[in-house]
């Protein structure tokens, strides 16, 4: 099983939260890109990040976007939490984008990511064949100051 990890350093309030996504094969590095996520509003559904901690990844049929998506599960009081592409704040509901790099674009000065569809195509690549992962969250500072 492959490992997911998000390491969250940049913050923009309540709005948005962005860090550095990677897939991980015990200590070989097959993936690498920018994530972009709601800012923080005490785990409220639809509009807030994802807490910190460690989840099951699981590839599922998402309806609303007519194709298979990874879905982060047992996030407490919360339910379908996907990877998608944004790459706005404003166009996550709670949920996970990958991108290519940080850039201001919209003008909002919030940071904003690049080229998520073709990186969430990278990353589905990178996990073809699988069914499951597991997803570990972490704020930067947390890393180095418990």
């Not at 994802?50 to 990844?57: D, R, S, T």
């Not at 309806?63 to 998608?84: A, G, I, Q, T, Y």
């Amino acid at each position: 099983m492959l490992d997911v990890l998000i390491v969250r350093d940049m913050f923009f309030g309540q709005e948005a939260s962005l860090g550095t996504c990677l897939i991980l094969d015990g200590n070989w590095k097959l993936f690498k890109s920018e994530s972009l996520e709601r800012g923080w509003m005490n785990n409220q559904n639809s509009i807030s990040c994802i807490p910190e901690g460690e989840y099951p990844l699981i590839l599922e049929y998402s309806p609303r976007f007519r194709k298979e998506l990874w879905e982060v599960k047992d996030v407490p009081n919360r339910s379908e939490c996907k990877f998608h592409s944004a790459n706005y704040w404003y166009q996550l509901n709670g949920c996970i984008a990958l991108g290519n790099n940080r850039k201001f674009i919209d003008g909002d000065e919030i940071m904003d990511i690049t080229s998520s569809k073709p990186t969430m195509k990278q990353f589905h690549e990178v996990l073809n064949g699988e069914h499951e992962a597991r997803l570990s969250i972490r704020n930067a500072s947390n890393l180095f100051y418990p």
